[in-house]
């Protein structure tokens, strides 16, 4: 018992509540959990069956009692409820427990465009699933730490967090935002776009889980080389499966309009930077983080539009989750990162 006591007492939790994936960091141990932020409820008995990987597996294959639910959007809680069931369940997952009355610290992200409820939203769920004492980090700010940038310096540091819902660009110096933008695009709007175009130009709808692959298949900003993949979708004219071939060109076609309104806010971004600091962004550059910075030419086309050197962070979608656990680790150095909570 006093093992337990001590497991508790002493136990400290990052939680990347994302779009896409959810990612907790337990203190000490490192990064623990990683998996979609998707859950499959029996609506009939109000029970969890399945949640993370093996919930997006049944995406558009359950029966109608059998509700497939993401309840993060863009980066901001949809859901409370669901929400809560998915954080309870992982950190059960990791404490191999439900005895919640020695409770755990919670270091947790929010995106910067969020309203106070949007906020306390966040936070009452980090109550609820039994936090002892609840701490907030801005999402660009803890990928910055992620990336392991000097954002404690008089200097600016330049971070697009570009997610599966979200992409945050802001420039950090002093441990503070100086500038920034948020825009609700990201990876899962990618696939969306490849969708509508295959709907329009072919007359077939695709799976969501279909264009997520095609899209990690051939997608590419530039299109240098030519690539195409075969996708099976449904064939809206008579309703059966039908087979077609898209090539990279085409994926670059669907996706571009988003990739340069992400481009366009970089510019701006740095355009309402102190000039002081836009120097040091031209000298040091920028870094992409976040899953859309994977993706093929992306990194190239900023560097040719904005001019400056960019950087890959060192493991691209991990980089909140890094951050806040480096928070976590060296609280005392790094609690002036910290944002107020709704409640204070």
């Known amino acids: 018992m006093f093992k337990l006591f001590r497991l508790f007492s002493q136990a400290e939790v990052a939680i990347d509540l994302g779009t896409s994936r959810t990612r907790v960091y337990l203190k000490g141990k490192g990064v623990l959990i990683d998996e979609p932020t998707v859950l499959a409820i029996n609506t009939r008995s109000d029970q969890i069956i399945a949640l993370g990987d093996s919930a ?33 369940n992982l950190l059960e997952k990791i404490f191999r427990t439900t005895f919640y009355s020695l409770r755990p610290k919670i270091f947790t992200s929010l995106p910067e465009e969020i309203t106070e ?3 306390k939203s966040l936070e009452d769920i980090m109550w609820q699933v039994g936090a002892r004492k609840v701490f907030l980090v801005e999402r660009p700010v803890a990928a910055g730490i992620g990336c392991k940038l000097p954002i404690k310096e008089p200097t600016a540091s330049l971070i697009v967090e570009a997610g599966a819902g979200l992409t945050e660009i802001a420039v950090v110096s002093l441990s503070g935002i100086v500038s920034w933008r948020s825009l609700k695009i990201g990876g899962e709007n990618f696939d969306q776009s490849i969708i509508n175009y295959t709907r329009d130009k072919y007359g077939v709808l695709l799976g969501k889980s279909t264009a997520e692959e095609v899209k990690i298949k051939i997608g590419s900003v530039l299109a240098e080389k030519p690539q195409e993949a075969k996708v099976k979708g449904k064939d809206l004219a008579t309703g059966l499966p039908r087979e077609i071939i898209l090539e990279a060109e085409e994926i670059k076609t669907a996706i571009l309009p988003q990739i340069k309104l992400i481009i366009q806010n970089i510019r701006e971004t740095i355009e309402s930077t102190p000039a002081e600091l836009v120097a040091d962004i031209y000298e040091r550059g920028l870094v992409l983080s976040g899953g859309v910075s994977l993706l093929d030419g992306f990194k190239k086309m900023v560097e040719k539009e904005i001019k400056t050197p960019v950087h890959l962070a060192a493991e691209p979608c991990r980089s909140v989750i890094y951050g806040l656990g480096y928070v976590l680790e060296d609280f005392n150095n790094l609690k002036e990162v910290l944002a107020p909570l709704a409640t204070e």
């Open 56 to 88: 997006l597996k049944m995406e558009g294959k359950t029966p109608p009692h059998i509700l497939i639910s993401r309840p993060i959007g863009h980066g901001i809680v949809v859901d409370f409820e669901i929400a809560e069931k998915l954080v309870k």
């Open 117 to 119: 409820v949007e906020k």
